[in-house]
T-cell receptor, first 115, second 112 residues
Framework: DSGVTQTPKHLITATGQRVTLRCSPRSGDLSVYWYQQSLDQGLQFLIQ???????AKGNILERFSAQQFPDLHSELNLSSLELGDSALYFC??????????????FGPGTRLTVL | AQTVTQSQPEMSVQEAETVTLSCTYD???????LFWYKQPPSRQMILVIRQEAYKQQNATENRFSVNFQKAAKSFSLKISDSQLGDAAMYFCAYRWGDKIIFGKGTRLHILP
């Protein structure tokens, strides 16, 4: 158990809908990262927050957005969902600013299925 | 652009034997970190081992060790005394600053 929690475990929804994925980092970790893992794209970095502020952006679509709250939990919002958004979404956390020394600890993931 | 390549999509090893998973990467940076993550059927990503590029000594964690060849940009993972619980997808990852890139993974099967 990494100490990172994600809810829900599974989510099934329809195209065009909007969903919110939630992540609670390990106790004391200030950085939260979001990843998408699909069969054809592998593991892709989406976005990172550090202590409430956006720190780095990867391959995140404009239909997706995220935020980190004062209690350090984070939410990933996915809107206007398409079939291709079906994937496993991981959250990871690390102790501090994205320095070379940080190791990321991954949560169990949320499986999103768009029908 | 930085890339991470895992050339072995699948591998099998007999229980108690040793197996080596390959990873190569491409970068022009000199100060970076390399990781191996394990993803078992539960789908959780578990950190196996980490290597700092400035360290010449290869990292070791119990039965897991790496062969880090910086000039060759190679970072292989050796699993000794393979156990059934080692069966998983293994991802090699490269990190420099805010950028982290994963390989496509190697699926490891353990044969009893």
């Amino acid at each position: 158990d990494s100490g990172v929690t994600q809810t829900p475990k599974h989510l099934i929804t329809a195209t065009g809908q909007r969903v919110t994925l939630r992540c609670s980092p390990r106790s004391g970790d200030l950085s939260v990262y979001w990843y998408q893992q699909s069969l054809d794209q592998g593991l892709q970095f989406l976005i990172q927050y550090y202590n409430g502020e956006e720190r780095a952006k990867g391959n995140i679509l404009e239909r997706f957005s995220a935020q980190q709250f004062p209690d350090l939990h984070s939410e990933l919002n996915l809107s206007s969902l398409e079939l291709g958004d079906s994937a496993l979404y991981f959250c990871a956390s690390s102790p501090g600013l994205a320095t070379h020394t940080d190791t990321q600890y991954f949560g169990p993931g949320t499986r999103l299925t768009v029908l | 652009a930085q890339t991470v390549t895992q050339s072995q999509p699948e591998m099998s090893v007999q229980e108690a034997e040793t197996v080596t998973l390959s990873c190569t990467y491409d970068t022009s940076e000199s100060d970076y970190y390399l990781f191996w993550y394990k993803q078992p059927p539960s789908r959780q990503m578990i950190l196996v081992i980490r290597q700092e590029a400035y360290k010449q000594q290869n990292a070791t964690e119990n039965r897991f060790s790496v062969n880090f060849q910086k000039a060759a940009k190679s970072f292989s993972l050796k699993i000794s005394d393979s156990q059934l619980g080692d069966a998983a997808m293994y991802f090699c990852a490269y990190r420099w600053g805010d950028k982290i890139i994963f390989g496509k993974g190697t699926r490891l099967h353990i044969l009893p």
